[in-house]
């Protein structure tokens, strides 16, 4: 089932190529900690806020229409992360539990 889950998010998740990195949507809102692990059952990762404002600064991201929070790799404390907010381009920091964030993943290089 959770094969079956992933294979759904893949086939329906936005990509994108910016600053040289492939960037992939998935679908749904989450917590940190799960959108942590999705990112890496990809072989992939949470990009850093400075990957955030490069990739919002980039000509790349007008293609971009997606403009919510997007939880980032870089964090606070133990409880708490930083997420991107896209509509505005800066990262807030929030408790690693807060559910309804997006998830945004970027290759490993």
């Not at 994108?16 to 998935?26: D, Q, R, T, V």
């Not at 606070?76 to 408790?95: N, R, T, V």
Request: glycine residues 8%; aromatic residues 16%; positive net charge.
């Amino acid at each position: 089932m959770k094969k079956c889950l992933l294979l759904f998010l893949l086939l329906i998740s936005p990509n994108l190529i910016a600053e040289g990195k492939h960037w992939k949507g998935i679908r749904g809102e989450s917590n940190w900690f799960y959108a942590k692990d999705m990112c890496q059952s990809l072989g992939m990762r949470l990009p850093s806020r400075s990957e955030f404002a490069s990739f919002f600064q980039a000509k790349e991201s007008k293609n971009w229409k997606h403009y919510d929070w997007y939880w980032t790799s870089d964090v606070i404390s133990a409880e708490k992360a930083y997420y991107f907010d896209f509509a505005f381009g800066h990262s807030i920091g929030i408790g690693k539990r807060t559910p309804g964030i997006r998830i945004l993943c970027v290759d490993g290089k």
